[in-house]
């Protein structure tokens, strides 16, 4: 493809509007950390401003303002809100299940093994439990259902797994993977931080058991504020973990001391809340779904994937070799590549100094544009690229 289609451009501008990072920078670095939208900077500023002026008298209001964000995270999900708890990372959603499973020595789970980190080490922190953590082995970075299961026994209790590589920009079948584990009496859980924000998931159709998903990536929500969904069969089998006022059915009578736990996922929240920050999140959550971002359907992913491909034939014609993968349903936001000759470390530093953001991961440099960047940038950035070898 030469060339992004022209019939919902001036529609896209609209959403580029809403980004004022556009205006300075050519950012393709969603994959990373995600500049904030206008909409989301505003009401940070607000509650800035109130909690200045007027300290904690509107705390009522902005705890309403929270639930609006858990029920905006739910219909993203097609969930309920019941089954969604506001949590400040996704490492804290994974140890919600990591720790909170009633494992047994001898238990096992499935894993990849080029997963981020913290879709590692909370599992592998299991071992003093007697719990192996198993990691398969990708061939060129492709996670395949059937080859996952290869790995899976009777003591296997968990298959857990990223929705989509932060490295290679692999997105698996989680339709196929749902059915396949599920099949096997398996729980399946998703870090979905790298596809959540740009890619539709019907967690009705699509009933994966538990997912955690920080909002600070393609979802363009500040740090410290994410989510945790699990189906809602599964809330007695965690144990529950950070048990605090906010845990229980009478949190706001702090005389009352009965450990009664909310029969919903906000038992797993505790205590206070980065409440700028879970605001500033349900900004950013109603502006991608006013840009059609459901449970269902999502221009926003069709958008993206006309974005990456473009950058993929201009990155191609500066002599670029792509390391991700760009046929079919595993694509993603994410592209990584090599630029033969240069150091990607040196050439990031050069990119930026050209005004263009990128990532270097895996020994790769990698792009990740969110769907208000336009083929302006994409000809800075290779421009940039160009330049810097």
Not at 11 to 23: G, K, V, Y
Not at 49 to 58: K, L, P, S, Y
Not at 95 to 120: C, I, K, Q
Not at 256 to 266: H, N, T, V
Request: net charge negative; proline share 5%; glycine share 10%.
């Amino acid at each position: 493809m030469a060339d992004l289609s022209r019939q919902s451009e001036r529609w896209w501008e609209q959403f580029r509007r809403e980004m004022p990072i556009a205006s300075r920078w050519a950012y393709f670095d969603h994959a990373a950390v995600a500049p904030l939208t206008g909409p989301a900077a505003e009401v940070l500023a607000s509650w800035c401003d109130e909690a200045v002026r007027d300290g904690a008298t509107n705390w009522a209001r902005w705890a309403r303002g929270v639930e609006q964000t858990r029920e905006r995270a739910a219909g993203l999900l097609g969930a309920q809100p019941e089954e969604v708890a506001l949590v400040p990372s996704t490492t804290a959603g994974i140890h919600l299940v990591a720790e909170g499973y009633p494992w047994r020595p001898g238990d096992n789970v499935v894993t990849l093994e080029n997963e981020f980190p913290s879709n590692l080490y909370p599992w592998m922190n299991l071992q003093s439990r007697g719990v192996e953590t198993r990691r398969v082995p990708l061939d060129g970075g492709q996670a395949d259902p059937e080859r996952i299961l290869e790995y899976c026994d009777h003591r296997t209790r968990m298959v857990s797994v990223s929705w989509v590589g932060y490295a290679t920009g692999w997105r698996i079948d989680l339709d196929q993977l749902v059915d396949l584990t599920h099949r096997r009496g398996l729980l399946l859980f998703v870090d979905a931080i790298q596809g959540l924000g740009v890619f539709p998931l019907d967690v009705r159709r699509t009933p994966v058991d538990f997912l955690a998903a920080d909002g600070h990536k393609w979802l363009l929500g500040p740090e410290g504020a994410g989510l945790f969904f699990l189906q809602r069969q599964h809330l007695g089998l965690l144990r529950p973990l950070g048990v605090g006022w906010n845990s229980v059915v009478q949190r706001h009578d702090f005389s009352q001391i009965d450990l009664a736990l909310r029969d919903e996922a906000a038992r797993y929240e505790g205590g206070s809340q980065n409440m700028a920050g879970f605001l500033a999140l349900g900004a950013s959550l109603e502006l991608l779904q006013q840009c059609g971002l459901s449970c269902d359907r999502s221009p926003i992913a069709q958008r993206v994937l006309e974005l990456t491909d473009l950058a993929c034939v201009r990155l191609r014609g500066i002599g670029a070799r792509i390391g991700s993968p760009r046929d079919g349903e595993h694509r993603s936001g994410i592209v990584s590549f090599e630029l033969p000759g240069g150091d990607p470390y040196e050439i990031r530093k050069r990119c930026l100094q050209a005004g263009v953001v990128l990532s270097c991961r895996g020994g790769r440099l990698r792009i990740s544009p969110h769907a208000y960047v336009n083929e302006a940038d994409i000809d800075r950035l290779t421009d940039a690229l160009a330049a810097a070898v």
